[in-house]
């Protein structure tokens, strides 16, 4: 009972809608079920008649979903017997409980919450219907501070002496959202130890954030008081010039760290799989996502703490391992789903069938969905509306497929939430109806609508009534579009052959596909070749060398050494690609592409790099082993050139590739002098542990910041940095013998590949990803993959993860006969077509070509499976001879006049 949080998780995820909630008087939300005999909830109740679990044995969201495990099924155990290949471990985490430290007075005082609570409050499903309000009183909570690392780098309370990784972040992004909820008066506070922006455009959102009025206090509180009887806190703290200061505000969030969920480790110790010291599952550098028993796998925070785009990725990594183990049985047990066939509605009058969804509180907690059902059934071509609770719950589905049949729809639009995730689910389900899937149109009400009017119910409901019209318009003039399908090549190319190519390819050949490795210098390896150890102490050159030696010893990869793509065609399963090594030319055919073509480390002009030969970068200081054994003092000054105007981007391994070296450099000669100068310490997950070890050999720590640089001189006496140390506020002089920088790593030529492939590029020219969480290793091009520094900076063992990770998303495309396209493409009328190029010059995706119909007279044709129906052709043709399949002119006019 006491573990429930009043989040109302549990009552927003259940799908039969057996949940209620309470106020128990001002305080937090209290969330009640109806209690049953199996299930102990304790505050809440299921009502057992309408309970799935009770009908089906399936569901559980309740339980999924709760943070703090206040709802268990204490049910007799069922056993199922699974003769599988391999196993995959993702048993995820649990946030840290603060109420374990008195300090943050979590347990006393209302108004201050976790992070977990606070994205509750600002949910439109959530206790406070997204109104940022304090728990003691409801009223608005302007002035927010949020304190970080509360149950991480944490070494003296208890034992989670690692980062979390994605705290700052989340904080950043609450701040931000916080101003967005309450307005310009909402004033966020962020105290932090060291910022730890470090991900793929993380530092811009940091930046932007700052620039829009989150303020950020490098401090620790240490402690928080109750100011007055209405619950307003007074946090105390001390500034980096050593000032104590005192502070009010009306809420305070406790940024929560990550632990390994109780059952995670439960289930390790079931399976036989070794745990590090933080009961996370131990893997090894060069293998990521391999555990100690041979065939079963890990991914996400069972392994360690980090973000969404990672935890994807490693999914993705991990089922590409474990193709190779199921290399020989693919596709034995596979059967594919049938539907029947579709009906022909051509020449039949409009018959639309509307479903508007209640999403619990979502939509139906502020727009009035029974009055949006009465309005649509007065639109023309409506024969049937009504009103669903989950729209998107099985029972709802099928309830959805039997109208459809039982009142001969053949349309259908829903009015509920957003299209990108449930459209393809809301599809299948009228097609098992026997509809075309493209005779289906979504209202968007709930995130174009109840979210962003949460405030106002009458404009909410007449803003739903408006999109439904809409949509209702548009649905009545749509029609069937044939599904679209290629044949596959079944091989692949992996341009690059560094340690992200090579393994790329070698899990790849080891399914038993065909593999071209291209690699433009002499041998394989790439910056790799540079590198000594891993940041846990692997040694990266034997490993190398063994994984060369595995590349181009396999059977099914053929390595090109020296040679550079300069011609490129096709599209997913499909592709040309020509070569040129040495002074020939081939043509390759493949139905996948990896994209592996790795990064550098800059040159720089500042702190007399190139001019001094006692300033080196990254690892060259490894490499004059003489000299490194003569220095007595050495300087490592991080964040050379990233992080600035030029290079708005954490490189990411700079911090543990200094602070790696430091360690190895003081423990073989203690008497040595080693400094580090900084802006943030950024060493996540267990590399913290790093940061310790560096501080207790003795390493000294300062602190800069990007307006007052180090100054760096030379004299006869050897080199001198001259730095502000912020704990002294004063400047101090440092004599060196050596001066090691972290410059930034940037891409390779990336520019080339672009325009060749058609692939989009960030601002600094690494490859973008087709969605930075969903598909962090896709391009928006299907057939596409890209892994390595070519997308964005990051250690080896990420690198190598990433790499399966596109492997096995090939995978994918390469072990099916044929490839599903979607259909909704570009269609040219030839006619009317003037062969002015200008939607060749202009299509992302390279689908446009010329067409010679007649001698020098050329037309514009689609290649309908490069198509990714942007419309960018068809808004940009002249003659208007470009229309969009289920985007048509027609269809978007029509909006338009039901809107206006």
């Known amino acids: 009972m006491e573990k429930c949080i009043a989040c109302g998780l549990c009552a927003e995820k259940c799908p039969a809608k057996t949940a209620d909630e309470y106020e128990e008087g001002l305080g937090k939300r209290k969330a009640i079920y109806v209690p049953y005999p199996q299930a102990v909830p304790l505050k809440y109740v299921i009502d057992q008649d309408r309970c799935i679990y009770f009908k089906k044995g399936k569901c559980r969201a309740c339980e999924k979903y709760c943070p703090t495990g206040a709802i268990l099924f204490d049910e007799q155990e069922k056993h199922l017997e699974l003769n599988v290949g391999s196993v995959i471990l993702t048993p995820g985490l649990q946030t840290f409980d603060p109420g374990r430290f008195d300090t943050y007075q979590y347990s006393t005082f209302k108004n201050v919450v976790t992070s977990i609570e606070f994205e509750r409050i600002l949910s439109a499903g959530g206790p406070t219907q997204g109104r940022v309000v304090r728990p003691s009183d409801g009223q608005p909570a302007k002035r927010i501070a949020w304190l970080q690392c509360i149950g991480s780098r944490e070494i003296n309370r208890c034992d989670n002496g690692y980062c979390s990784a994605v705290c700052c972040m989340y904080a950043i992004k609450e701040a931000v959202m916080a101003k967005e909820h309450v307005g310009q008066d909402c004033q966020p506070s962020i105290f932090y130890i060291d910022l730890r922006t470090s991900g793929k455009d993380f530092e811009k959102y940091y930046y932007k954030a700052e620039a829009e009025g989150v303020r950020f206090v490098r401090s620790r509180v240490h402690s928080i008081t109750r100011k007055d009887p209405s619950g307003t806190l007074e946090l105390q703290y001390v500034t980096e010039d050593g000032r104590n200061q005192r502070e009010e505000f009306d809420l305070v969030v406790l940024s929560v760290g990550m632990e390994p969920a109780k059952s995670a480790v439960e289930t390790a110790a079931m399976m036989g799989i070794e745990l590090n010291e933080y009961s996370f599952v131990q893997t090894s550098d060069f293998t990521p996502v391999t555990t100690n028993r041979a065939g079963i796998y890990v991914a996400g925070v069972a392994k360690e703490c980090k973000d969404i785009p990672q935890s994807v990725m490693e999914a993705s990594a991990a089922a590409g391992s474990a193709g190779i183990d199921l290399a020989e049985a693919r596709g034995t047990l596979v059967s594919e789903k049938s539907f029947g066939p579709e009906k022909d509605f051509s020449g039949q009058e409009v018959r639309i069938g509307v479903f508007v969804c209640n999403c619990g509180t979502n939509i139906g907690g502020v727009a009035d969905v029974p009055s949006i059902v009465e309005f649509a059934r007065t639109l023309p071509g409506v024969v049937y509306a009504e009103e669903n609770q989950f729209s998107c719950s099985q029972d709802t589905q099928a309830n959805i497929a039997q109208t459809v049949r039982e009142n001969d729809l053949n349309r259908v639009v829903v009015a509920a939430c957003t299209p990108r995730t449930h459209e393809p689910l809301f599809q299948e389900t009228i097609r098992d109806s026997g509809l075309n899937p493209y005779l289906f149109e979504m209202a968007n009400i709930r995130n174009q609508c109840t979210w962003c009017h949460s405030g106002d119910k009458e404009k909410a409901t007449a803003k739903s009534k408006d999109l439904v019209k809409m949509a209702v318009a548009k649905a009545a003039l749509l029609e069937a579009i044939p599904e679209m399908s290629?044949?596959?090549?079944?091989?692949?190319?992996?341009?690059?052959?560094?340690?992200?190519?090579?393994?790329?390819?070698?899990?790849?050949?080891?399914?038993?596909?065909?593999?071209?490795?291209?690699?433009?210098?002499?041998?394989?390896?790439?910056?790799?070749?540079?590198?000594?150890?891993?940041?846990?102490?692997?040694?990266?050159?034997?490993?190398?060398?063994?994984?060369?030696?595995?590349?181009?010893?396999?059977?099914?990869?053929?390595?090109?050494?020296?040679?550079?793509?300069?011609?490129?065609?096709?599209?997913?399963?499909?592709?040309?690609?020509?070569?040129?090594?040495?002074?020939?030319?081939?043509?390759?055919?493949?139905?996948?592409?990896?994209?592996?073509?790795?990064?550098?480390?800059?040159?720089?002009?500042?702190?007399?790099?190139?001019?001094?030969?006692?300033?080196?970068?990254?690892?060259?200081?490894?490499?004059?082993?003489?000299?490194?054994?003569?220095?007595?003092?050495?300087?490592?000054?991080?964040?050379?050139?990233?992080?600035?105007?030029?290079?708005?981007?954490?490189?990411?391994?700079?911090?543990?590739?200094?602070?790696?070296?430091?360690?190895?450099?003081?423990?073989?000669?203690?008497?040595?002098?080693?400094?580090?100068?900084?802006?943030?310490?950024?060493?996540?997950?267990?590399?913290?542990?790093?940061?310790?070890?560096?501080?207790?050999?003795?390493?000294?720590?300062?602190?800069?910041?990007?307006?007052?640089?180090?100054?760096?001189?030379?004299?006869?006496?050897?080199?001198?940095?001259?730095?502000?140390?912020?704990?002294?506020?004063?400047?101090?002089?440092?004599?060196?013998?050596?001066?090691?920088?972290?410059?930034?790593?940037?891409?390779?030529?990336?520019?080339?590949?672009?325009?060749?492939?058609?692939?989009?590029?960030?601002?600094?020219?690494?490859?973008?990803?087709?969605?930075?969480?969903?598909?962090?290793?896709?391009?928006?091009?299907?057939?596409?993959?890209?892994?390595?520094?070519?997308?964005?900076?990051?250690?080896?063992?990420?690198?190598?993860?990433?790499?399966?990770?596109?492997?096995?998303?090939?995978?994918?495309?390469?072990?099916?006969?044929?490839?599903?396209?979607?259909?909704?493409?570009?269609?040219?009328?030839?006619?009317?077509?003037?062969?002015?190029?200008?939607?060749?010059?202009?299509?992302?995706?390279?689908?446009?070509?010329?067409?010679?119909?007649?001698?020098?007279?050329?037309?514009?044709?689609?290649?309908?499976?490069?198509?990714?129906?942007?419309?960018?052709?068809?808004?940009?043709?002249?003659?208007?001879?470009?229309?969009?399949?289920?985007?048509?002119?027609?269809?978007?006019?029509?909006?338009?006049?039901?809107?206006?």
């Open 486 to 900: 290629v044949d596959i090549t079944k091989s692949v190319l992996v341009i690059g052959g560094g340690l992200s190519g090579m393994t790329a390819a070698l899990n790849l050949g080891d399914q038993g596909f065909t593999v071209y490795l291209l690699e433009r210098d002499p041998e394989l390896g790439g910056v790799a070749g540079d590198i000594s150890h891993t940041w846990s102490g692997g040694e990266v050159q034997p490993y190398l060398r063994d994984l060369r030696e595995r590349v181009q010893g396999h059977s099914g990869i053929t390595t090109l050494l020296g040679a550079e793509v300069v011609d490129s065609s096709g599209f997913v399963g499909n592709f040309r690609t020509t070569v040129k090594q040495a002074d020939q030319t081939r043509t390759l055919e493949h139905g996948a592409t990896i994209f592996a073509t790795g990064g550098k480390a800059t040159d720089t002009e500042e702190y007399l790099f190139g001019q001094n030969p006692n300033v080196t970068r990254w690892h060259e200081i490894e490499q004059d082993k003489e000299k490194l054994d003569k220095a007595k003092s050495l300087v490592f000054i991080q964040c050379v050139g990233s992080r600035d105007e030029n290079r708005p981007y954490c490189s990411r391994i700079c911090c543990t590739t200094s602070i790696t070296q430091a360690i190895r450099i003081k423990e073989a000669s203690p008497e040595k002098n080693v400094y580090i100068l900084y802006r943030d310490i950024r060493t996540p997950g267990a590399k913290e542990k790093l940061y310790k070890k560096a501080r207790q050999l003795g390493v000294v720590f300062i602190r800069y910041s990007l307006d007052n640089k180090p100054l760096v001189s030379q004299n006869e006496d050897g080199l001198l940095v001259r730095v502000f140390d912020p704990i002294l506020q004063q400047d101090i002089e440092i004599k060196t013998d050596l001066i090691n920088l972290a410059t930034a790593i940037e891409p390779n030529n990336n520019q080339e590949l672009s325009r060749l492939f058609k692939l989009p590029l960030n601002e600094e020219n690494f490859f973008m990803e087709a969605h930075a969480k969903l598909r962090p290793v896709d391009f928006a091009s299907d057939g596409l993959f890209l892994c390595g520094l070519a997308h964005y900076p990051k250690p080896i063992e990420e690198s190598l993860a990433q790499a399966s990770a596109a492997a096995g998303r090939a995978a994918t495309v390469l072990s099916k006969s044929k490839a599903k396209i979607s259909p909704l493409i570009s269609q040219i009328d030839q006619d009317k077509c003037i062969g002015c190029g200008l939607c060749i010059d202009i299509c992302p995706f390279a689908a446009i070509q010329a067409e010679e119909v007649e001698e020098n007279i050329y037309r514009a044709v689609n290649i309908p499976a490069s198509c990714k129906g942007c419309g960018l052709c068809a808004s940009s043709c002249p003659q208007r001879a470009i229309d969009m399949l289920h985007f048509r002119d027609s269809q978007l006019e029509a909006v338009i006049q039901a809107a206006v």
